[in-house]
């Protein structure tokens, strides 16, 4: 019985883990463990911040959504952090939230806005924009982020839409290729009838010579 015992419970256990691994996002990628591992971005000690924001990474896009909601979380920290980790993750869906940031009225935020878009914009380009600069001076090339954060949104087909369903392009009708008349056979020329042929004159044996008669 003990041994019984010992089996039901280890297929309990068993059930259980496979429970939690099929869950989505896995065992450690519950909104509260999330939840839990932003707190400790706001650690003053560097080494367990920096271990957050590696674990935040591990959990992959599945985290992406709390990120966002953290975007104006009051911790500096915390916001920095989670721009850091959006770029690192490379989401389209990320986009327009860090472009935004980068007309924010705080200099560090739009550095680290630009930094996580140069990480996720194919060639790294950064459209003339300086964190620096001054609001005007900003401007055109905020606008450039924008028009190009417009087209990696997969609603207006840019690079994450599906792609299009393939349009049935009907079979070419058959052009029928009219076929020539047969020319005419040639008609022979009519053969000249012979010439009829004059009857040859007879020809009359030479008289036989009558002999002599006998002398007397």
């Known amino acids: 019985m003990r041994t019984v015992a010992i089996a039901v419970s280890i297929l309990s256990l068993l059930t259980l883990v496979e429970a939690a691994v099929a869950a989505p996002g896995g065992p450690s990628t519950s909104r509260r463990d999330m939840e839990a591992v932003l707190t400790r971005l706001a650690d003053p000690n560097e080494k367990i911040a920096s271990q957050a924001r590696g674990e935040l990474i591990a959990m992959g896009q599945v985290v992406v959504p709390v990120l966002l909601s953290h975007l104006d979380d009051p911790s500096p920290a915390v916001r920095l952090s989670v721009i850091e980790v959006l770029g690192r993750l490379g989401r389209l869906g990320s ?10 009225d705080r200099v560090r935020v739009r550095e680290s806005a630009l930094f996580a878009l140069l990480q996720i ?3 790294g380009r950064s459209f003339g924009f300086v964190p620096e600069a001054s609001p005007v001076e900003r401007f055109p090339a905020v606008a450039r982020w924008r028009e190009w954060a417009a087209s990696q949104d997969p609603s207006a087909g840019g690079p994450g839409a599906r792609p299009a369903p393939p349009v049935a392009v009907p079979a070419p009708t058959p052009v029928s290729t009219p076929v020539p008349a ?12 012979p010439e009829p042929r004059q009857p040859s004159a007879a020809v009359e044996p030479p008289p036989t010579p009558t002999p002599a008669p006998p002398p007397e």
């Open 95 to 104: 986009i327009p939230h860090l472009v935004n940031l980068l007309e924010s």
């Open 121 to 123: 914009h194919p060639d």
């Open 182 to 193: 047969p020319a005419p056979a040639p008609i022979p020329a009519p053969t000249p009838a």
